[in-house]
């Protein structure tokens, strides 16, 4: 079956540094991928999403990577500041059927960002 | 993006009581889900909450132990009903917006005793 797992449960980056969170998954099938930042007592918060049809997406200070080879996606903070601790979740979205929608989430980074 | 407000923000229960959680988006949506994150973890999908027919349950989790209910296009409820210390959670609704982004609510950090 389906299955988002995270390979790093604890990421300590120095602050100006780049941060590299990694994300596999099991269904090759799977065609569209989001990233969530968790602060503490907050909800997940949109960071970035990737379709299936792209390998590569940027936004603000961020990038995702996705390897449909090896089912592996990636999100890439650039110079890493203080507010970028928090919890990093991958999810993958229910394939075009009913199960749109319907988030799976890995089991989540907790990035810490030290001076 | 879709702005989403939760009440209440977090309670404290006693064991066999209930809560009901409110769900509040500043505009229509279609699609509505609620999660739990227990503690430490990461979010399962409890249910999606369909406007205007019964919600659809995901695998271990049943209608008379959490009932929702979708009045409407903006608006959902989720009940934990007679609860153990087990359904200490943060509980969060979330929508889909425009290009399919979805959006999640602050959650509501419940604690039972």
């Known amino acids: 079956g389906e299955s988002v797992g995270l390979h790093l449960p604890t990421l300590s980056v120095q602050e100006g540094d780049n941060s590299i969170i990694n994300c596999a998954y099991s269904n090759s099938a799977s065609d569209y991928f989001i990233w969530y930042k968790q602060e503490s007592g907050k909800g997940p918060q949109f960071i970035i999403d990737i379709r299936s049809n792209m390998d590569k997406r940027q936004g603000q200070r961020v990038t995702v990577l996705l390897n449909k080879t090896v089912k592996h996606l990636s999100l890439q903070i650039a110079a890493t500041q203080p507010g970028d601790s928090a919890v990093y979740f991958c999810?993958?979205?229910?394939?075009?059927?009913?199960?749109?929608?319907?988030?799976?989430f890995g089991a989540g980074t907790q990035v810490v960002v030290t001076p | 993006s879709a702005v989403i407000s939760q009440k209440p923000s977090r309670d404290i229960c006693q064991r066999g009581t209930s809560l009901t959680i409110q769900c509040q988006v500043d505009s229509q949506v279609t699609m509505m889900f609620w999660y739990r994150q227990q503690p430490g973890q990461s979010l399962t999908l409890i249910a999606t909450?369909?406007?205007?027919?019964?919600?659809?349950?995901e695998s271990g989790f049943v209608i008379d132990k959490f009932p929702i209910s979708r009045p409407n296009l903006t608006f959902s409820t989720l009940t934990v009903s007679n609860m153990s210390p087990e359904d200490s959670s943060i509980y969060l609704c979330s929508v889909v917006g425009g290009q399919e982004t979805q959006y999640f609510g602050p959650g509501t950090r419940l604690l039972v005793l």
């Open positions: 909450a369909n406007q205007g027919s019964e919600a659809t349950y």
């Open positions: 999810a993958e979205n229910g394939l075009r059927t009913d199960s749109w929608g319907k988030l799976q």
